[in-house]
Nanobody
Framework: VQLQASGGGLVQAGGSLRLSCAAS????????MGWFRQAPGKERDFVAAIVWSGTVTRYADSVKGRFTISRDNTKNTVYLQMNSLRAEDTAVYYC????????????????????WGQGTQVTVSS
């Protein structure tokens, strides 16, 4: 199983980035998916999650209204559209597959995500 995150980079505050997470060895349509982020010296925190069908999403309060998670199961890929970026969004962003297709439990808990991508760096300059 491999999850490959991409799309990170350097952007000015107020700008946008779109992250992608492509899966191999795993049929993404069988699982809910999530994005987490980790800033230097901090814990890895929940950002967003989406059920297998894409019909239900969940967001951390800090990104609501600015970030959008989506998926294309035909491409085995999950996305994170990030708008109105702020300096505090600077972190390494990780995608991960949830244990279940739905988000009934632990959607914001790392322990419920068995598979992780390698991370992509997002840097927002102020």
């Amino acid at each position: 199983v491999q999850l490959q995150a991409s799309g990170g980079g350097l952007v000015q505050a107020g700008g946008s980035l779109r992250l992608s997470c492509a899966a191999s060895g795993l049929t993404l349509s069988n699982y809910a998916m999530g994005w987490f982020r980790q800033a230097p010296g901090k814990e890895r925190d929940f950002v967003a999650a989406i059920v297998w069908s894409g019909t239900v999403t969940r967001y951390a309060d800090s990104v609501k209204g600015r970030f959008t998670i989506s998926r294309d199961n035909t491409k085995n890929t999950v996305y994170l559209q990030m708008n109105s970026l702020r300096a505090e969004d600077t972190a390494v962003y990780y995608c991960a597959s949830h244990r279940h297709p739905y988000l009934n439990e632990g959607y914001d808990s790392k322990e419920f995500y068995p598979y992780w991508g390698q991370g992509t760096q997002v840097t927002v300059s102020s």
